[in-house]
């Protein structure tokens, strides 16, 4: 399989990586404009009830990209867009002013517009919203395909919650319980891949139905032979076991059946009936109210403790539904990879994209569990740091969404996924990730991370001793772009050692870690003992959409 995983913005990354034309299916669950901060939960490993990160924020303003994408836009830059979504971009520009929501707007409106570009003329878009916004990002996705030849399919209502966490006593509104799922086709003349999907029958419709059952055991139910009518299907008319009727089949196809065993008179001059037989059939047909897939809840197996995490199940309906084996899915906003996971799982070639050093990390842990090493080794990477030049760029990028991501990618590099960023502000915001270190069967303790891209200099390992006394850690590591002077390795020296008791080593208190040697010298954080912080996710196994129950008591 050709799976491959971007870590940037996906804007760049669909106009200068993705060949036009290539992808079977999209889907994508972007940020709502909802107005939040969303937080990574950690694994409760150390001292405190709970650890968290921001993943990323969903709060939007006016700001300069917001003013570049409305000038590419309403100029038509590249002559990219279709005269309905400049139109419509100006219009909404009239209407909302320059604010959050048309900045939002602006940004889904470039990305969704590269999608189409990059879709098979027979491939299918999923965009996975809620009623914050989508009636606007309707406009959009009809400004974009529409004009092109494509059309609007279906719009999914996934009842994602009940109304417990909407709904309380006084409220002024009826509970918000749904997500909105917009499916559009690229080209509306051409037949899109659509495998239709099925739940299986409840207990209550087989008893009323399905009540009769054969020697062996076999349910069934009686179907009318009986035609309607001549009309303008042309239903025979003949006799058949003593009743004329207009009939279903042809005189030789109901004494074929009748020969099989499948028809059935329950007395003489009665009208025949047909045997349907219950494992002969495909279930219910699901149309497009999705109530029967609840959302991660705190207990579900696949829980990762990332904000937004959507059910493998739900993903499973929409890939099974829209693609077959061996094709390309693409998710732009792949966040904590169920997307990756599934398509993964059901033989389907991938490429995900996320501009967060964390969802990279969550994604390459969550398919090395699941799948294997070398099912993650052969992955195509693209836009994670490999060498100098390239962690340089990534640290001196003047992107606002990516002032952290250096930090981030340095912490979860060295400890190979098993520090917890911190995102604290206040006196401790020099630390940039904690992890913890096994030192019996029922304690821990805590080890810090700083992260400099900067001029250092002795200052900053005096700065980290109190920092590092402050968080009562054993040990703490600062990672450094550039190279460490003597001073700064002779404060080091001077903090001491840590005795750790398990092997009965001394490790220096504080260290000293370069880019470099992470880089060129694979050096990595390898305390033999510490504790994993991201939750893994059970692998789902064999799980079918007929095997699914109906359950709409749920909750987020």
């Not at 349910?219 to 279903?248: C, I, K, N, Q």
């Amino acid at each position: 399989m050709n799976n491959e995983l971007y870590y940037g913005d996906n804007l760049e990354v669909l106009r200068n990586k993705i060949e036009k034309d290539s992808v079977d299916l999209c889907y994508i669950d972007p940020p709502f404009n909802s107005k939040r901060n969303y937080f990574q939960i950690y694994t409760n490993v150390g001292k405190e009830d709970q650890a968290q990160a921001q993943a990323f924020i969903d709060t939007w303003t006016w700001n300069m990209l917001a003013e570049q994408a409305l000038r590419e836009i309403s100029c038509n830059e590249n002559g990219r867009y279709t005269t309905q979504t400049v139109d419509l971009m100006k219009g909404l520009y009239a209407v909302l002013g320059a604010g959050g929501l048309l900045s939002y707007l602006l940004s889904m409106t470039q990305r969704v517009n590269e999608i189409q570009r990059v879709l098979k003329p027979t491939g299918s878009f999923y965009l996975h919203c809620d009623p914050t916004a989508s009636h606007y990002l309707k406009l959009v996705l009809d400004s974009v395909f529409c004009p092109r030849g494509g059309d609007y399919v279906n719009e999914i209502s996934w009842r994602r919650t009940n109304t417990k966490n909407d709904y309380k006593q006084g409220a002024q509104n009826w509970g918000r319980v749904r997500d909105v799922i917009f499916t559009y086709t690229k080209n509306a003349n051409l037949k899109r891949t659509f495998n239709q999907q099925f739940t299986k029958y409840s207990d209550d419709y087989l008893e009323k139905f399905y009540k009769h059952q054969d020697a062996d055991g076999r349910r069934y139910t009686l179907s009318d032979l009986a035609a309607p009518g001549a009309g303008s299907r042309g239903h025979p008319s003949y006799e058949f076991m003593g009743v004329t009727r207009f009939w279903r089949y042809n005189k030789e196809k109901m004494e074929l059946l009748l020969q099989e065993g499948r028809i059935i008179q329950s007395k003489h001059g009665a009208v025949p009936r047909y045997k349907r037989y219950l494992d002969e059939m495909s279930g219910v047909s699901i149309c497009d109210d999705w109530g029967d897939i609840p959302s991660i809840q705190a207990q579900s197996k696949e829980r990762l403790g990332y904000p937004t995490q959507k059910p493998e199940a739900l993903l499973e309906r929409i890939i099974q539904a829209s693609s077959n084996e061996g094709d390309v899915i693409l998710d732009a906003y792949c966040g904590c990879g169920t997307t990756v996971a599934v398509a993964q799982r059901l033989n389907r070639n991938w490429i995900g994209i996320d501009i967060t050093y964390q969802s990279i990390a969550v994604i390459l842990k969550r398919v090395k569990e699941k799948f294997g090493a070398e099912v993650a080794d052969a992955i195509k990477l693209s836009g994670i740091p490999k060498d100098m030049e390239s962690a340089r760029a990534l640290a001196l990028k003047k992107d606002d969404r990516l002032r952290k991501e250096f930090e981030k990618w340095a912490v979860l590099t060295y400890t190979n996924n098993q520090a917890a960023i911190n995102e604290k502000k206040g006196a401790d915001k020099g630390i940039d990730g904690v992890a913890y270190i096994i030192t019996g069967n029922h304690s821990s303790e805590k080890v810090v991370f700083q992260v400099k891209s900067g001029k250092v200099g002795r200052g900053d390992i005096a700065k980290l001793r109190g920092d590092q006394a402050r968080e009562q850690a054993v040990m703490a590591f600062l990672i450094t772009l550039n190279d460490p002077t003597k001073d700064m390795l002779d404060e080091a020296l001077a903090a001491g050692i840590y005795h750790y008791p398990l092997l009965h080593r001394d490790y220096p208190c504080i260290q000293i870690v370069t880019i470099r040697d992470m880089l060129e010298q694979k050096q990595l954080f390898d305390f033999p003992h510490k504790h994993d912080v991201l939750k893994p996710s059970e692998l789902v196994i064999e799980e079918t959409q007929n095997e699914l129950s109906f359950n709409t008591n749920n909750e987020e």
